[in-house]
């Protein structure tokens, strides 16, 4: 229910649709019976207040909105998105990478929103298969940096973030919604 309330803009809207697009028909066991939208293959499981990293059907869970899937192979989409954020005037360099195929690509990102205040994070770019169709599974985050803050004559241990959430959401709609990247973005 909270859940639902504080997602109930991106829907609105339709964000929600980009970053949690509807891949195709019903969803099947190995033995080809259809499963209910609620059973229990997709949920998130917690441990200690620790989010496990899989889904209980080992799907990839991350709990960033700042996500799309793409029609387009991850080798073709990863030139497309950095075209895409030049064009936007921020700044990009790949990370260098072993040359594997599938190996999963990442583009450093950062530049400065309307407010001025620097925002710095990266961009995954991977290969996503499903049922015989390449295409790739993008992820947009935000820099964690852990330092000690010093307040008050004691040091505090504190984790900042780089760059306001709001302007990384619209670095992410301005980039699903560029020319180059749009055509290829799965959607609802």
Not at 15 to 25: F, I, K, R
Request: contains cysteine; charged residues 20%; aromatic residues 8%.
């Amino acid at each position: 229910m909270l859940a639902e309330q504080l997602t109930e803009p991106m829907r609105a809207n339709g964000d929600l649709n980009v970053a949690t697009p509807t891949l195709g028909g019903q969803v099947q066991d190995a033995d080809g019976d259809e499963m209910m939208a609620s059973a229990p293959q997709q949920s998130q499981f917690t441990q200690s207040l620790m989010l496990f990293s899989q889904t209980q059907s080992g799907s990839r869970y991350t709990p960033h909105l700042t996500r799309f899937y793409a029609a387009l192979g991850h080798t073709l989409l990863m030139p497309l998105i950095q075209e895409s954020l030049e064009a936007l005037n921020v700044r990009c360099k790949a990370a260098p990478t072993d040359g594997g195929a599938d190996e999963p690509l990442r583009l450093r990102v950062g530049g400065y929103d309307a407010r001025k205040v620097m925002f710095k994070g990266w961009v995954d770019v991977e290969k996503f298969v499903y049922r015989g169709s390449v295409g790739s599974y993008c992820v947009m985050q935000r820099d964690v940096v852990s330092g000690i803050r010093f307040a008050q004559t004691r040091a505090c241990p504190s984790v900042m973030i780089q760059g306001s959430p709001i302007s990384w959401r619209q670095l992410w709609k301005a980039l699903v919604n560029s020319p180059s990247v749009e055509p290829h973005v799965l959607r609802k």
